[in-house]
C-alpha cells in the first residue's frame, strides 16, 4: 500500500509541473492576495486531481473508448476555458493587498479552495489525462488500491502547488510590482495551451471520420 501511495504522490506532484489553470491561479493568489489564499486554491485543484483520478482508476476508460465522441468535446471545452482564463489573467492588474483580517478569515481560505475545484472542474480533459495517466501506470486495482493511490496522487499534487504558492511568495516579496509581468506571461501561454486543446480536439474528430 506503501508504494502505491508513493507512487500516487510522485505522479501527482510530477503531473502538476504543465503550466495549467491551477498553477496560474495558485501564482496569481500569491501576487495579489496571500500565500494562504494561494495554498487554499492549490488544495482545491488537488482535491479535484484526486477525484479525477478515483475516477480513472475506478474503470471510466472503457467507459470513454466505448463513446469516442466524448474526448473530443472535453478537450474543445477545455480549450475554451483555457483561453478565456489565460485572457483574464494576462489582462490582469495590479490590486491593493486585501487587510490582515481578511486574509485571515475562513472565507478567504475556502473561497481559495472553491476557486481551486472549479478550475479543475471546468477542465473537463483533465479527465480524460488522469484516465489515461493511471489506466497506463496503475491498471487493475480493487477499490482499496485505488483509494490508497487516488489519496497519494492528491498529496503529490497538493505538494506541488504549495511549492509554487510559496516561490511566487517570495518572488513577490523579491520583484514587487514588476510580477505582475510574470502573471501576464504565463496568461498568454495558458491561452496557447487551450489553443492546443482545441486543435488536439480537431484532430481526434478528424481521425474518428
Known amino acids: 500500500m506503501l508504494s502505491l501511495w508513493l507512487l500516487g504522490a510522485t505522479i501527482g506532484a510530477v503531473s502538476g509541473i504543465p503550466i495549467g489553470p491551477v498553477n496560474v491561479a495558485v501564482i496569481d493568489a500569491a501576487y495579489r492576495r496571500s500565500l494562504m489564499r494561494a495554498v487554499a486554491v492549490g488544495l482545491g485543484g488537488a482535491l479535484a486531481d484526486m477525484s479525477y483520478a ?5 474503470g471510466l476508460g472503457p467507459i470513454l473508448n466505448r ?13 475554451v476555458v483555457l483561453i478565456i482564463y489565460g485572457a483574464l489573467t494576462a489582462r490582469a492588474q495590479e490590486i491593493d493587498p486585501p487587510p490582515p ?5 475562513p472565507a478567504h481560505f475556502f473561497g ?18 488522469w484516465v489515461v495517466i493511471v489506466g497506463s501506470a496503475m491498471p487493475d486495482l480493487n477499490l482499496i488500491e485505488g483509494t490508497t493511490a487516488a489519496l497519494g496522487i492528491g498529496t503529490g499534487s497538493f505538494l ?7 516561490l511566487a511568495d517570495r518572488g513577490k516579496k523579491v520583484l514587487g510590482k514588476r510580477l505582475v509581468l510574470i502573471t501576464r506571461i504565463v496568461g498568454i501561454l495558458l491561452i496557447g495551451y487551450g489553443v492546443f486543446s482545441l486543435l488536439r480536439a480537431a484532430n481526434i474528430v478528424f481521425d474518428i471520420l
Open 160 to 166: 506541488w502547488f504549495a511549492f509554487v504558492a510559496h
Open 101 to 105: 483580517s481578511k486574509v485571515t478569515s
Open 112 to 129: 481559495g479552495v472553491g476557486l481551486g475545484v472549479a478550475l479543475i472542474v471546468l477542465n473537463p480533459a483533465a479527465l480524460v489525462t
Open 54 to 58: 478515483f475516477l480513472g482508476l475506478l
Open 67 to 79: 463513446h469516442p465522441s466524448v474526448p473530443p468535446i472535453l478537450y474543445a471545452l477545455s480549450g
